[in-house]
């Protein structure tokens, strides 16, 4: 039979595996418009909004601004990040962090399909 400080025990040491599992987040970056000359980028936002900026949606394994600062410094960067990423949009996304990688993958594409419907001109990768 188990005593009651060995079943807490064990539900402590389970509910610090799981805070540890859940360390990816979804971010965003607010774009220089000037993103919107690349032909690239605009043919990928036919519906956009231009009272609306333009973002970059990623997902990663580390804090949202550490993973901004690796774009900057071309570290694993996607090209409009680095060249045209201004500043993280908290805002859009720390409601959702941080979570298991499977639903860091999939709320990515979802949140960057939710913002390009509202109008935003979007880049995933």
């Known amino acids: 039979m188990i005593t009651a400080d060995e079943f807490f025990a064990a539900k402590r ?8 599992a859940h360390h990816h ?15 690239k980028f605009r043919a990928a936002n036919p ?9 970059y949606v990623g997902s990663t394994g580390l804090s949202p601004y550490e993973r901004f600062l690796n774009h900057k ?3 694993k960067s996607n090209r ?5 990423g201004l500043h993280l949009r908290p805002d859009l996304f720390t409601v959702y962090n941080p979570m298991p990688y499977e639903a860091a993958i999939e709320l990515e594409k979802e949140l960057a399909d939710g ?6 001109a979007i880049w995933q990768a």
Do not use: M, S, W
């Open 73 to 75: 410094d071309g570290y």
């Open 25 to 39: 987040n979804v971010y965003v970056i607010e774009l220089d418009p000037k993103v919107l000359k690349d032909r």
């Open 47 to 55: 519906l956009h909004d231009p009272a609306k900026p333009c973002l």
């Open 13 to 20: 040491q389970k509910q610090q595996k799981k805070t540890v």
């Open 115 to 120: 913002l390009r419907e509202e109008g935003y």
């Open 80 to 84: 409009y990040a680095e060249k045209f």
